[in-house]
């Protein structure tokens, strides 16, 4: 039954993802139609881990108020708002509104869904569970990116409008899946939907954060959403500047997710505690030389820049979530409010990324500058990552 109960949870978060990347693909026609440049483009686009960020601490009491099933259903709902409400936007602002309300959404599922991976596994399985339900918003990525241009919009009559209320609609179905299967007795026994833990408290933060090796996590955790954002929303518009015409560019776009999937499955059962440092450095490094790399026009180097910063994207998250969680000071009864803080943390570098690269490719003209902004920002992460390692080392 625990599986199950993971499918739903992996359900709602392939939505998640699905609505995340929506919005990626449609770039050009939404900003001719409302008259929006690439900078502020950017802003709407990193609307919403600023909402994410406001609501995370709200959505924790919440979810000990409500529990995680009903939090997962209003999660659900609140995204599949934020898509019907896209598709109405008449003008640049009420986008930006509508984008915000899906940061609402976010915290719900990211604060619930550690919180039930935590109670149904442990151990090895907890690693493998994490994994499998990571490859959800990996594979809603996909498909949006891939099928959005080549599919979605000739069925709807080419009409990025109409493209938002479907995605809206699937969004709102995943939830009532989710709710069903949470609502089968076998699996409210097995979840214990109200037990376990220590309640969400603003001095359980504090306790937490305190701790210098969280606060380096921490640090990292803002410039990995800050490469992992800025990409997702900026990758197709990249490709597109490098002469791709909007399908190809999606279905391109997608091969890092593709890789994604691959890398959040294999990398973090490989990172065991003994080389886990050296396999983020290692990680971070795959995306220093992504951000090289795609700055070429097209051919093998530019399949390498997609395919390590797949590899980057899909297991640097988890990883960087393994060590907070392994963190020795952190009490086992703190772990769900940990992973609460890390995505609070690092959803600031969601909100940096794309209006860093919006802005930066306003200025240039093109996705030069945006590219040594990453570069840069995955040299911040090495050094950060070093001075980790000497600090775990002096234990």
Request: glycine share 12%; proline share 5%; hydrophobic share 55%.
């Amino acid at each position: 039954m625990r599986w199950l109960i993971l499918l739903g949870v992996w359900l709602i978060y392939f939505c998640f993802g699905l609505t995340i990347a929506s919005m990626a693909p449609l770039i050009g026609p939404i900003s001719a139609e409302l008259g929006i440049g690439n900078g502020l483009m950017g802003a709407i686009l990193g609307a919403w881990p600023l909402t994410y960020i406001l609501a995370a601490i709200p959505c924790g009491i919440l979810l000990d108020r409500l529990g995680a099933r009903r939090m997962l259903l209003l999660a659900a709902l609140v995204m599949a708002a934020s898509g019907l409400a896209r598709s109405y936007a008449e003008t640049p602002f009420q986008l930006l509104l509508a984008v915000s309300l899906f940061g609402i959404g976010g915290p719900m599922i990211s604060v619930g869904a550690p919180k039930i991976i935590a109670r149904l596994f442990q151990g090895k399985d907890r690693a493998t569970a994490m994994g499998v339900y990571v490859t959800g918003p990996y594979l809603g990525g996909i498909l949006s990116l891939s099928l959005t241009n080549s599919l979605v919009m000739p069925l709807v009559g080419d009409d990025w409008r109409n493209v938002m209320l479907v995605y809206a609609f699937l969004v709102g179905l995943s939830g009532f899946v989710w709710f069903g299967i949470a609502s089968l007795p076998a699996a409210r026994k097995h979840g214990g939907d109200e037990e376990g833990g220590k309640k969400f408290n603003l001095a359980a933060f504090l306790e937490i954060v305190r701790l210098p090796e969280v606060q380096l996590i921490l640090a990292m955790s803002i410039g990995i959403f800050f490469i992992n954002h800025g990409l997702n929303n900026w990758l197709p518009e990249i490709l597109r500047s490098h002469g791709f015409s909007a399908v190809d560019a999606g279905f391109w776009a997608a091969i890092p997710s593709s890789i994604g999937i691959i890398s959040a499955l294999v990398i973090p059962r490989l990172a065991i505690p003994e080389r886990r440092l050296t396999v983020m450095a290692a990680l971070f490094g795959f995306s220093l030389l992504a951000s090289v790399l795609l700055q070429v026009t097209a051919g093998p180097l530019l399949v390498a820049g997609l395919i390590l910063q797949g590899m980057a994207r899909g297991a640097m998250m988890t990883v960087a979530i393994l060590l907070l969680m392994e963190t020795p000071r952190i009490p086992q009864e703190r772990l769900g409010l940990a992973g609460g803080l890390f995505f609070t943390f690092a959803e600031i570098g969601g909100v940096m990324g794309p209006v860093t690269f919006g802005v930066l490719s306003d200025v240039s003209g093109g996705f030069v500058l945006p590219l040594v902004a990453m570069t840069l920002m995955c040299s911040i992460l090495l050094v950060i990552l070093a001075r980790l390692r000497a600090l775990l080392a002096r234990g």
